[in-house]
């Protein structure tokens, strides 16, 4: 029997020896389990770069397929083909709801084409699995936000303006959020980080100084899993448009991950702990960075220059996840431990507010064994990558870096509301885990919910914003 993770990838996913499939009582059955473990196991981004860069789950996946094909070259339909092609899909396309297809798992025995999806054994994946995404609009709407970002000089860029701007993009946000366009976001992010570095404001770390040229970044290498996911972000980009030359990107986003690296390196510390992974730099992939990236259209420079300057703000140790690994700015204890304070402090304030506002809801998830904490660190470490779409991962950066980084709390509150009716059903089939990790939140906008943000603002401020402020001067 397997008794450890290795073992069970070893002997239920990867079954691609007949010496494995002689070890199995029943090889079809067993075999499913594995993928439909495997299936859940991707949906961790992280997880996903892991087995491909350890055991090429991809390469393996593909030459099963291609080995179940008949003699006229189609691949065979049957359980495990399908369970095969349903991963193949899910790990190898990435986008929200709208931004991608994802095929059953099972077949529909009734209909004369039981599985109308085509299966695959090369990447890409086919179009039908994408949806048609058009690039975005270079025409400029001008509304409340566009009017105040319009011939700033930097002298403008004070507390008065900052409070102007926080209002203008609340307004926009709950009226006209569409209007919030991967056109006004660069200058939205540059404005109002260069107005949070005027007025101090929000401001939680030291700026250390640091400078390295892109020639010693060349020199660098960045591990296997984080290679393999700059190429996953770059896909995504190339897919929403808003990359134009794949070469060009992959480059310039390999180097912004080496210099955020060593960046960070300056307020990591050395620990004493049994947990190996501390001994390096974040094992993950910066999945925040290269949203900054894409949000800045591929523009390296200004991707670094607001990366450089958000790392002092409260709000970059809960947004960016490496930006707390293993720092001086967290007690030892917690350090030490490498519970991140986006389990520890944001998952726990979601609780706390679900349990006086969505009550059905937590309940849901303690009869399921299941937290609340665990599915919002699973969401936020990734940056809601494949759980909503792009613009939607968009407004959530933009509402916790103008609104205060409590409102991170807030917005899964509100998701976790939004999914209530959903969550209890499933909770009753005894199956919430696997459709928390393996479904987008389909519907979900961040602009119709904000109002009922802001309410949760008002009665909780008081109590959630110092509770996350305050984590690095205990």
Same mark, same amino acid.
């Given at each position: 029997?397997?008794?450890?993770?290795?073992?069970?990838?070893?002997?239920?996913?990867?079954?691609?020896?007949?010496?494995?499939?002689?070890?199995?009582?029943?090889?079809?059955?067993?075999?499913?389990?594995?993928?439909?473990?495997?299936?859940?196991?991707?949906?961790?981004?992280?997880?996903?770069?892991?087995?491909?860069?350890?055991?090429?789950?991809?390469?393996?996946?593909?030459?099963?397929?291609?080995?179940?094909?008949?003699?006229?070259?189609?691949?065979?339909?049957?359980?495990?083909?399908?369970?095969?092609?349903?991963?193949?899909?899910?790990?190898?396309?990435?986008?929200?709801?709208?931004?991608?297809?994802?095929?059953?798992?099972?077949?529909?025995?009734?209909?004369?084409?039981?599985?109308?999806?085509?299966?695959?054994?090369?990447?890409?994946?086919?179009?039908?699995?994408?949806?048609?995404?058009?690039?975005?609009?270079?025409?400029?709407?001008?509304?409340? *936000?566009?009017? /105040?970002?319009?011939?700033?000089?930097?002298?403008?860029?004070? %507390?008065?303006? &900052?409070? +102007? #701007? !926080? $209002?203008?993009?609340?307004?926009?946000?709950?009226?006209?959020?569409?209007?919030?366009?991967?056109?006004?976001?660069?200058?939205?992010?540059?404005?109002?980080?260069?107005?949070?570095?005027?007025?101090?404001?929000?401001?939680?770390?030291?700026?250390?100084?640091?400078?390295?040229?892109?020639?010693?970044?060349?020199?660098?290498?960045?591990?296997?899993?984080?290679?393999?996911?700059?190429?996953?972000?770059?896909?995504?980009?190339?897919? *929403?448009?808003? /990359?134009?030359?794949?070469?060009?990107?992959?480059?310039?986003? %390999?180097?912004? &991950?080496? +210099? #955020? !690296? $060593?960046?960070?390196?300056?307020?990591?510390?050395?620990?004493?702990?049994?947990?190996?992974?501390?001994?390096?730099?974040?094992?993950?992939?910066?999945?925040?960075?290269?949203?900054?990236?894409?949000?800045?259209?591929?523009?390296?420079?200004?991707?670094?220059?607001?990366?450089?300057?958000?790392?002092?703000?409260?709000?970059?140790?809960?947004?960016?996840?490496?930006?707390?690994?293993?720092?001086?700015?967290?007690?030892?204890?917690?350090?030490?431990?490498?519970?991140?304070?986006?389990?520890?402090?944001?998952?726990?304030?979601?609780? &706390?507010?679900?349990?006086?506002?969505?009550?059905?809801?937590?309940?849901?998830?303690?009869?399921?064994?299941?937290?609340?904490?665990?599915?919002?660190?699973?969401?936020?470490?990734?940056?809601?990558?494949?759980?909503?779409?792009?613009?939607?991962?968009?407004?959530?950066?933009?509402?916790?870096?103008?609104?205060?980084?409590?409102?991170?709390?807030?917005?899964?509150?509100?998701?976790?509301?939004?999914?209530?009716?959903?969550?209890?059903?499933?909770?009753?089939?005894?199956?919430?885990?696997?459709?928390?990790?393996?479904?987008?939140?389909?519907?979900?906008?961040?602009?119709?919910?904000?109002?009922?943000?802001?309410?949760?603002?008002?009665?909780?401020?008081?109590?959630?914003?110092?509770?996350?402020?305050?984590?690095?001067?205990?």
């Amino acid at each position: 029997m397997p008794d450890t993770i290795v073992d069970i990838i070893e002997r239920l996913i990867l079954v691609d020896s007949e010496t494995k499939n002689h070890s199995l009582f029943n090889v079809e059955q067993s075999h499913t389990f594995g993928l439909r473990l495997l299936s859940i196991m991707v949906c961790s981004l992280d997880t996903l770069l892991l087995l491909e860069s350890q055991y090429s789950i991809w390469s393996s996946l593909l030459k099963a397929q291609q080995e179940n094909k008949s003699e006229n070259g189609d691949i065979i339909i049957d359980m495990l083909s399908v369970e095969r092609n349903q991963i193949l899909v899910r790990s190898y396309t990435i986008g929200g709801p709208s931004e991608r297809r994802l095929p059953p798992k099972t077949l529909d025995i009734d209909s004369e084409r039981p599985y109308p999806w085509p299966l695959f054994s090369t990447f890409p994946v086919p179009k039908d699995y994408t949806t048609f995404n058009s690039r975005p609009s270079a025409i400029k709407q001008e509304n409340e *936000l566009s009017k /105040l970002l319009s011939g700033l000089r930097p002298s403008s860029l004070n %507390s008065e303006w &900052l409070s +102007k #701007c !926080r $209002q203008a993009f609340y307004n926009v946000m709950i009226t006209k959020p569409d209007q919030v366009t991967p056109r006004v976001i660069p200058e939205l992010l540059d404005s109002v980080m260069a107005a949070m570095i005027t007025t101090g404001d929000d401001k939680l770390f030291t700026l250390k100084a640091f400078t390295i040229n892109d020639a010693t970044l060349k020199t660098q290498n960045l591990t296997s899993l984080q290679s393999k996911g700059v190429k996953h972000a770059i896909r995504y980009g190339m897919y *929403l448009r808003l /990359l134009s030359n794949h070469d060009v990107a992959l480059e310039n986003l %390999s180097t912004l &991950l080496k +210099k #955020c !690296r $060593q960046y960070l390196r300056m307020q990591q510390r050395t620990l004493d702990s049994d947990l190996r992974f501390l001994e390096r730099d974040y094992v993950g992939y910066d999945w925040f960075a290269s949203s900054v990236f894409l949000m800045m259209m591929g523009n390296k420079d200004k991707a670094w220059n607001f990366l450089y300057h958000f790392s002092t703000v409260a709000a970059s140790g809960f947004l960016w996840i490496p930006r707390l690994y293993a720092s001086v700015h967290l007690p030892l204890e917690q350090a030490v431990s490498s519970i991140h304070p986006v389990f520890s402090c944001t998952g726990h304030n979601v609780e &706390l507010i679900l349990q006086q506002e969505v009550s059905h809801t937590y309940s849901a998830f303690k009869m399921s064994g299941y937290t609340p904490s665990q599915i919002c660190q699973h969401w936020l470490t990734q940056s809601f990558w494949n759980y909503l779409d792009w613009p939607q991962i968009c407004h959530y950066i933009l509402v916790c870096l103008l609104l205060g980084v409590d409102y991170q709390v807030y917005v899964c509150v509100a998701i976790l509301r939004f999914l209530q009716p959903r969550i209890l059903q499933y909770r009753q089939q005894q199956n919430l885990q696997v459709f928390l990790k393996e479904e987008s939140i389909v519907g979900f906008k961040v602009g119709q919910h904000l109002e009922y943000m802001k309410s949760l603002e008002k009665k909780y401020r008081s109590t959630i914003l110092p509770d996350m402020v305050n984590l690095a001067k205990q």
